[in-house]
């Protein structure tokens, strides 16, 4: 079982729809999850973290957490074309010492919007 | 404060030759990791330092090796470069590992 994962993809959504980005992890102690947006040829760019239970909003993005089924999303309201790309979730697991210093990627869900 | 920088950010190297990549982390930032990508193979972590320490490690071969400064400045290496070793290498820093910001990232091509 991979520590971190996601759908490829491509979802493909219309413009103006809500997009759903779903990601699991399977370390039950971890605690940091973040989002991360990379456009082709770019480098990862942050776009959201969370920490606690429920949901957390940031214009048009919400993260959302649940520990308990082990599971992260983020949606993307009002989606655009611009907000194509490919949507790396990241999850805080333990490094070499056996604490939790690492940050494990997930392969990405590819997201296009169309017009 | 100024993002990560990363140098050089285009290489063309030979098979069989080594190579030199540095990135400088935000001000402040203790941790510095560095990622290989490809095409189709996503973010893989090579290594991450801490306070001139190594503190985490990825599944790669000995040819990669890294090493930080007392400034944070960090330093990968590779060594007998093989034509598999074409990718955008990429640094991210963080102030204590968990939220990074990413460079721009190294574009090698080995010939």
């Known amino acids: 079982q991979k520590e971190v994962e996601q759908n490829s993809g491509p979802l493909s959504v219309p413009e103006g729809a809500i997009a759903s980005l779903n990601c699991t992890y399977s370390d039950r102690g971890s605690q940091s999850f973040f989002w991360y947006r990379q456009y082709s040829g770019k480098s990862p760019e942050l776009i959201m973290f969370i920490y606690s239970n429920g949901d957390k909003e940031d214009g048009r993005f919400t993260a959302q957490l649940n520990k308990a089924s082990q599971y992260v999303s983020l949606l993307i309201r009002d989606s655009q074309p611009s907000d194509s790309a490919t949507y790396l979730c990241?999850?805080?697991?333990?490094?070499?010492?056996?604490?939790?210093?690492?940050?494990?990627f997930g392969a990405g869900t590819r997201l296009a919007v169309h017009p | 404060k100024a993002g990560v920088t990363q140098t050089p950010r285009y290489l063309i190297k030979t098979r069989g030759q080594q190579v030199t990549l540095s990135c400088s982390p935000i001000?402040?930032?203790?941790?510095v990791s560095w990622y290989q990508q490809t095409p189709g193979q996503g973010l893989q972590f090579l290594f991450e330092y801490f306070s001139e320490t190594q503190r985490n490690k990825g599944n790669f071969p000995g040819r990669f090796s890294g090493r930080q400064f007392s400034n944070s400045r960090s330093e990968m290496n590779v060594s007998t470069l093989e034509l598999g070793d074409s990718a955008l290498y990429l640094c991210?820093?963080?102030?204590?590992?968990?939220?990074?910001?990413f460079g721009p990232g190294t574009r090698l091509t080995v010939l």
């Open positions: 001000s402040g930032h203790r941790s």
């Open positions: 990241a999850v805080v697991g333990k490094g070499f010492s056996g604490g939790y210093n690492k940050l494990i």
């Open positions: 991210a820093s963080s102030s204590t590992g968990d939220t990074q910001y």
